[in-house]
């Protein structure tokens, strides 16, 4: 936990977000956790926290976007829940944010002839 003294994230706190998101947070995106950013739920100039219950990883195309997209995430438990924007969701229900399918493991190949 770095509080407020750090605006960025540790090499160790980017490894547990990756154990924990598994890449991006946001449902459908694959972008795997190498390739996304450390995210603060709230925002870090509103007295947001550099710790891991309050960062996602998320993608640089959702990074960029985040404020205006309609996307929104929550911390509830140190998990992340996402709600979609009305165009994907008109639901606008709060779901958990799974594990991203880009970390899940690929069948092993048959390397019999």
Not at 77 to 104: E, M, S
Request: contains cysteine; proline residues 9%; glycine residues 8%.
């Amino acid at each position: 936990h770095l509080g407020t003294t750090n605006r960025f994230f540790t090499n160790s706190q980017r490894r547990a977000l990756a154990a924990r998101d598994g890449g991006c947070v946001i449902p459908g995106c694959t972008v795997p956790p190498h390739l996304t950013q450390a995210h603060h739920v709230i925002p870090w100039n509103k007295g947001g926290l550099t710790n891991i219950d309050n960062a996602v990883l998320i993608c640089n195309a959702a990074h960029a976007s985040i404020e205006t997209s309609g996307w929104n995430i929550d911390m509830r438990h140190g998990r992340p829940w996402v709600r979609g924007p009305l165009i994907f969701d008109p639901t606008q229900t709060w779901r958990p944010a799974g594990q991203n399918r880009a970390a899940t493991p690929a069948e092993k190949p048959h390397w019999e002839k």
